[in-house]
């Protein structure tokens, strides 16, 4: 069965500080991997996706993953972050056969101070 | 840009009621998925749905939960007698296929009392 690891629960970074938000997987094969951001009181938005190809993906808002098949991992970027990029980021996978539920990570909390 | 809008935002209900959380997906999608988020915990695959018939569903989806596209527009998940543990985020999800991205509404609260 696939699963989603998000080792960190809660992150406190500086405004304008970098950022890397740490996810693992568990799949047999190249799954699918997605990065999606809740902000409170808000619904889930896509930030990135991984199908295939290129393993550095760009999304929006300045993100960017890395998938990287010997580790397992699907970690997400930020260069410099902004006071409103506090949420909880979640990351996701889905199976490429065909089976059509995202297994979603535990989240972390991104926390930014000024 | 299109999106998922999900109704109500927030709902109370007492033990043991039935309660229909709606939904209505992005209009060319063709896939419908719920899922619920309890607080604290991470969000739970619940069903899919492709054309008005359930594709997978999670052990959590028992008798007690069904789901229906009543017209060409919405899409309901029913529960018919809620239990206290029913309280969570009910998120509605859509795609244009099962290989495209799943679009999220912001969600239907729902408490149980």
């Known amino acids: 069965a696939q699963s989603v690891t998000q080792p960190d629960i809660h992150i406190t970074v500086s405004e304008g500080a970098s950022l890397e938000l740490r996810c693992n997987y568990s799949?047999?094969?190249?799954?699918?991997l997605f990065w999606y951001v809740q902000s409170p009181g808000q619904g889930l938005q896509l930030l990135l996706k991984?199908?295939?190809?290129?393993?550095l993906v760009q999304g929006i808002k300045g993100f960017e993953a890395e998938f990287k098949r010997s580790q397992s991992s699907f970690n997400l970027r930020k260069p410099s972050v902004h006071w409103s990029d506090a949420a909880e980021y979640f990351c996701?996978?889905?199976?490429?056969?065909?089976?059509?539920?995202?297994?979603f990570g535990t989240g972390t909390r991104l926390t930014i101070i000024p | 840009e299109p999106e998922v809008t999900q109704t109500p935002s927030h709902q109370v209900t007492q033990m043991g009621q039935e309660v229909i959380l709606r939904c209505v997906p992005i209009s060319n999608h063709l896939y419908f998925y719920w899922y619920r988020q309890i607080l604290g915990q991470k969000v739970e695959f619940l069903v899919s749905f492709y054309n008005n018939e359930i594709s997978e569903k999670s052990e959590i989806f028992d008798d007690q939960f069904s789901v229906e596209r009543p017209d060409g527009s919405n899409f309901t998940l029913k529960i018919r007698s809620t239990k206290l543990e029913d309280s969570a985020m009910y998120f509605c999800?859509?795609?244009?296929?099962?290989?495209?991205?799943?679009?999220f509404g912001p969600g239907t609260r729902l408490l149980v009392l």
């Open positions: 996701a996978v889905r199976s490429n056969f065909g089976n059509e539920k995202l297994t």
């Open positions: 799949y047999g094969a190249t799954p699918y």
């Open positions: 999800a859509s795609s244009e296929g099962t290989e495209e991205t799943q679009y």
């Open positions: 991984y199908f295939s190809g290129d393993t």
